[in-house]
């Protein structure tokens, strides 16, 4: 079973940057799609960004494009989300999670970590 730590949230000024990293265990991280996703009390948990296993591809949603960067470091089994131009609509909790393979589904998941832009 995959552990997913995430770390890096705070509160930052609109405008700002944050550099958010995801620490993974299990022999295979190398294997798997990692994404982040994000939530507000009231809402439903919404898309990010994603990498694919290989790096090969990478996919953002709209509202992000272009203000944040997510990679990955295989060797060191971490996936990061650097946020630029941070804007109060983008304060939420920040989930990693890990797509498994078979299903496509984002089965794993972290505890997540509390990011605040103030206006």
């Known amino acids: 079973q995959v552990q997913l730590v995430e770390s890096g949230g705070g509160l930052v000024q609109a405008g700002g940057s944050l550099s958010l990293s995801c620490a993974a265990s299990g022999r295979t991280f190398g294997t798997y799609d990692m994404a982040w996703f994000r939530q507000t009390p009231g809402k439903e948990r919404e898309f990010v960004a994603r990498?694919?296993?290989?790096?090969?591809?990478?996919y953002y949603a709209d509202f992000v494009k272009g203000r944040f960067t997510i990679s990955k470091d295989n060797a060191k089994k971490m996936v990061y989300l650097q946020m630029n131009s941070l804007k109060p609509e983008d304060t939420a909790i920040y989930y990693c999670?890990?797509?498994?393979?078979?299903?496509?589904?984002?089965?794993?998941w972290g505890q997540g970590t509390q990011v605040t832009v103030s206006s």
């Open positions: 990498i694919t296993w290989n790096r090969g591809s990478i």
């Open positions: 999670a890990r797509r498994e393979t078979m299903s496509g589904n984002f089965g794993s």
